[in-house]
């Protein structure tokens, strides 16, 4: 049986009857294979190698997680730890874990209502900001994105795919450019994958091509999601994002972030404070299990950069749009 179209499009986080079931993301596009967690464990081992991956959704499985710990009398702050350390930079994870706790109970009914609670508002989250980012855009513009930022990685409907879907359907985009995001091929495999099925007219790119498009093309918004966000508005994405930041402000395309008000984390006073993962040699030495380097090769793999405030000209979050002073407008919006 097939889980993946729901009534709102892709859907990769299903609940089934007391089993969460994940859409395995990396076998996309080739295979659609459902990864089944009985338990927080199973929840973290699938975040951290990857089943289940971009920050929303990474905080949507976690709180299913604690449902299925809760469900099974398993004990909670064990069951909260292993989350915890699953994947260091999205800040959605411990949001969505501080929310669970929040609730102050251990009771499975009560979690699992709040664990849905979460991945429905997310949903709406994204629909919002898709409207939110689509008003920046005119028509007939051409956009650039990176990394997977869509249904996959989130509850639906995506946050920087979100606003290209939303701007899609107002008939404001000529063009989009969407990245292969190297090393894990995020862009190459999951964004151009759900941009055809949407029938989104996009060309693939080479990482290393962007800033050549940005010269030969006209681009007038590089659109990212985020992993964090600083209290000055840094912002953690994937690695790639600020090179594209510095080659968009060189050629005068704008540049926009879009994320949710769980990936702000204004206890983190900038960019510095945000700890960047690193993971495997592996994910740059093979390519889908094939070795491409030479044995023995030595590597450095960060999978998240920072891109300064000063090179972002618009945040978007659900509840609403920041402009400028960024540290001023994170303190309003986030109360
Ligand atoms: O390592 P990943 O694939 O989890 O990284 C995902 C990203 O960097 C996304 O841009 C970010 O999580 C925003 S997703 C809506």
Request: glycine letters at 10%; charged letters at 20%; aromatic letters at 4%.
């Amino acid at each position: 049986m097939s889980l993946l179209v729901q009534n709102q499009g892709i859907q990769p986080i299903v609940w089934d009857a007391g089993v969460l079931r994940l859409l395995d993301q990396r076998e996309l596009p080739l295979r659609e294979v459902w990864v089944a967690c009985h338990s927080a464990a199973d929840v973290a081992a699938a975040i951290h190698g990857m089943a289940v991956r971009g920050a929303p959704a990474i905080g949507i499985a976690a709180a299913y997680g604690l449902a299925l710990d809760a469900a099974a009398q398993r004990d909670y702050d064990d069951a909260e730890r292993v989350l915890a350390q699953s994947r260091p930079t999205a800040v959605n994870l411990r949001w969505a874990l501080q929310r669970m706790r929040g609730l102050g109970t251990t009771d499975a009914a009560a979690l699992l209502q709040e664990a849905q609670r979460i991945h429905h508002e997310d949903l709406a989250q994204n629909l919002r900001m898709g409207e939110l980012g689509a008003a920046l855009i005119e028509p007939g513009s051409q956009v650039l994105t990176h990394c997977n930022t869509g249904a996959l990685a989130t509850g639906g409907h995506g946050t920087a795919l979100g606003v290209i879907r939303s701007a899609w359907q107002q008939h404001k985009l000529a063009q989009v450019y969407n990245t292969e995001t190297r090393p894990w091929l995020q862009g190459a495999r999951l964004t151009a994958w759900e941009l055809l099925r949407d029938g989104i007219p996009t060309k693939l790119i080479a990482d290393g091509a962007a800033a050549h498009l940005m010269r030969s093309r006209k681009i007038d918004w590089v659109i990212v999601g985020a992993d964090r966000i600083a209290a000055n508005g840094d912002t953690a994405n994937k690695i790639g994002t600020y090179a594209l930041a510095i080659a968009a402000r060189h050629h005068g395309a704008r540049f926009m972030v879009v994320a949710p008000s769980g990936t702000f984390d204004p206890g983190c006073a900038d960019g510095q404070a945000i700890p960047i993962e690193e993971r495997s040699a592996r994910e740059l030495t093979e390519v889908q299990g094939k070795v491409i380097a030479p044995p023995g090769m030595q590597t450095w793999n960060p999978v998240f950069d920072v891109t300064p405030a000063g090179l972002i000209d618009a945040i978007v979050c659900e509840r609403g749009v920041l402009q400028g002073d960024y540290a001023a407008g994170i303190q309003r919006l986030m109360g």
